[in-house]
């Protein structure tokens, strides 16, 4: 009996830490997939900050070409930093999910 609730025990643990694993690999997959759809937004489509006159002239005086990815979204960004940040610390040391089974 005890041998069979201590591999019981450790076979939940590895799950648990796959599971671990799945679940932020399907959050960074979706966070990718959310910032490569608005990068590439169509142009065609109507964007709502197009009805505030001074972001329309601000866009219109703007030295830049109007082209994709020119404005530079900061949030985006500090996201995605983020993110990476997270992923590199999780691939670099695959032994923080030990701490959660404790």
Same mark, same amino acid.
């Given at each position: 009996?005890?041998?069979a609730?201590?591999?019981?025990? /450790? !076979?939940?643990? %590895?799950?648990?830490?796959?599971?671990?694993? #799945? +679940?932020?690999?399907?959050?960074?997959?979706?966070?990718?997939?959310?910032?490569?759809?608005?990068?590439?937004?169509?142009?065609?489509?109507?964007?709502?900050e197009?009805?505030?006159?001074?972001?329309?002239? /601000? !866009?219109?005086? %703007?030295?830049?070409?109007?082209?994709?990815? #020119? +404005?530079?979204?900061?949030?985006?960004?500090?996201?995605?930093?983020?993110?990476?940040?997270?992923?590199?610390?999780?691939?670099?040391?695959?032994?923080?999910?030990?701490?959660?089974?404790?």
């Amino acid at each position: 009996l005890h041998f069979a609730l201590g591999n019981h025990l /450790r !076979v939940m643990q %590895s799950f648990r830490r796959d599971a671990g694993l #799945t +679940l932020i690999s399907i959050s960074l997959g979706a966070g990718a997939m959310y910032l490569y759809f608005s990068w590439t937004r169509r142009d065609d489509e109507p964007k709502s900050e197009s009805k505030d006159p001074v972001f329309t002239s /601000r !866009v219109a005086t %703007s030295p830049l070409p109007k082209s994709k990815n #020119t +404005l530079v979204k900061p949030r985006s960004f500090s996201v995605d930093t983020h993110m990476m940040d997270a992923l590199t610390e999780v691939t670099e040391n695959p032994d923080i999910f030990d701490g959660m089974n404790a």
